[in-house]
DNA sequence: GCACTGACGCGGG
DNA sequence: TCCCGCGCCAGTG
């Protein structure tokens, strides 16, 4: 798989975080079947590379802090996004921090399945 | 090819 | 829990 097979294949992770839960980057690099690739979904995102209608702010960082929250239009955008759709956003002295416990996405191994099927059908 | 970068993650202390 | 160091890998000049 290449780099841009990569980016197809998050961008229909990404679609895929359910309203109201946050996904890590490690975490959408797994679904995608390559779990050593987190900095390219941080990348990617950054870049516009994935296209649009990209829920970006539900994409943290593994320990749940808005690690991109810089490069939305204004610097609390992401938070405010998040919050709107029901997720608690703490402000600490790190940055912007959402518990994962609570608003992760917590994948099924079904989930996994289907997109590994879906990205077989695909071909990508 | 080389060095450096970064919306990252993990294990150890 | 926090803080580091290290590994990771595509992109960039």
Known sequence: MGTFDFYRRAAIVC???PWGR??????????CGKPDNSR???YALNRGRL???IP?????NAKGYLTGAAAFAAGDLQK???EAEGVEVEETERGFRVNLKKY?????MEEAIHF????ERQGI
Do not use: D, K, P
């Open 15 to 17: 679609r895929a975080i």
């Open 22 to 31: 946050a996904a890590s980057y490690g975490q959408i690099a797994l679904l």
């Open 40 to 42: 390219q979904v941080g």
């Open 51 to 53: 296209g649009v209608g």
């Open 56 to 60: 970006a702010h539900r994409v943290v």
């Open 80 to 82: 405010r996004l998040l």
């Open 104 to 108: 992760g996405w917590h994948n099924t």
């Open 116 to 119: 590994r099927e879906l990205f």
